[in-house]
T-cell receptor
C-alpha cells in the first residue's frame, strides 16, 4: 500500500547511544516532517523538509539532526540519546500542505 | 505560546448521541483547518478539513464548523459509534505561508455502548 513507512517500530536505547530513525514515502510528496508525541503535549514538530535538499528546524529541534536523502527518504538522528527523548516519533509527508499522511510511528525508550 | 488549543483533554458520550469536539486558535493567518483521528499504536489519520472560505464542511457522520470571528472550530460526530473512540487532534496551517501544520494537544473521545 502507498504511504509512509517508518523503521524501526520499537527501540530501546541507553543514555548516550545514537540511532537513526528512518522514514520513506512513495507518494511523490515534496514535504516531509518529523513529529514527536508525548502525553498531554500533542504532536510537536521537530524538523521538516519542504523539498529535497532543504531542512528546517521546528518547535523542538534540540538533540536531533535530520537528513533529506532524496525525495522519498527523510531520516532523524539522535546523536546522544537522553531520557527526555523517550517518546513516540511520527514521520509525515504532504503535497503542498493539503493534509498530511503519517507513518505508524516509532516508540523510543531511552533508559 | 499555544496557537491551537483543545481545552478538553477527554470527552465521554453514549452511543448514538452527538459528540462535539472543540478547538480554538490564536493565529489569524491560519486559513486551513484539519481534524485527525488517532487510535493507540497507530499514526494519526486524516478525518476532515475546512478552508477559511467556508463555515461548514460535511462528510457522512462528521461535520466541521468554522467560526472565523471567534477563531473557533468544532467537530460534530452524529451519531457517535464505539469505533469512534480515539484521540482527535485539531490542526491548522497558513497555506499562504509555511504550510506547516500546528496541532492541538488532542481530545480523547470515548463512546460508550
Amino acid at each position: 500500500n502507498a504511504g509512509v513507512t517508518q523503521t524501526p517500530k520499537f527501540q530501546v536505547l541507553k543514555t548516550g547511544q545514537s540511532m537513526t530513525l528512518q522514514c520513506a514515502q512513495d507518494m511523490n510528496h515534496n514535504s516531509m516532517y518529523w513529529y514527536r508525541q508525548d502525553p498531554g503535549m500533542g504532536l510537536r514538530l521537530i524538523y521538516y523538509s519542504a523539498s529535497e535538499g532543504t531542512t528546517d528546524k521546528g518547535e523542538v529541534p534540540n538533540g536531533y539532526n535530520v537528513s533529506r536523502l532524496n525525495k522519498r527518504e527523510f531520516s532523524l538522528r539522535l546523536e546522544s540519546a537522553a531520557p527526555s527523548q523517550t517518546s513516540v516519533y511520527f514521520c509525515a509527508s504532504t503535497w503542498r500542505g493539503w493534509g498530511y499522511t503519517f507513518g505508524s510511528g516509532t516508540r523510543l525508550t531511552v533508559v | 505560546d499555544q496557537q491551537v488549543k483543545q481545552n478538553s483533554p477527554s470527552l465521554s458520550v453514549q452511543e448514538g448521541r452527538i459528540s462535539i469536539l472543540n478547538c480554538d486558535y490564536t493565529n489569524s493567518m491560519f486559513d486551513y483547518f484539519l481534524w485527525y483521528k488517532k487510535y493507540p499504536a497507530e499514526g494519526p489519520t486524516f478525518l476532515i478539513s475546512i478552508s477559511s472560505i467556508k463555515d461548514k464542511n460535511e462528510d457522512g457522520r462528521f461535520t466541521v464548523f468554522l467560526n472565523k470571528s471567534a477563531k473557533h472550530l468544532s467537530l460534530h460526530i452524529v451519531p457517535s459509534q464505539p469505533g469512534d473512540s480515539a484521540v482527535y487532534f485539531c490542526a491548522a496551517s497558513d497555506q499562504g505561508g509555511s504550510e506547516k501544520l500546528v496541532f492541538g494537544k488532542g481530545t480523547k473521545l470515548t463512546v460508550n455502548p
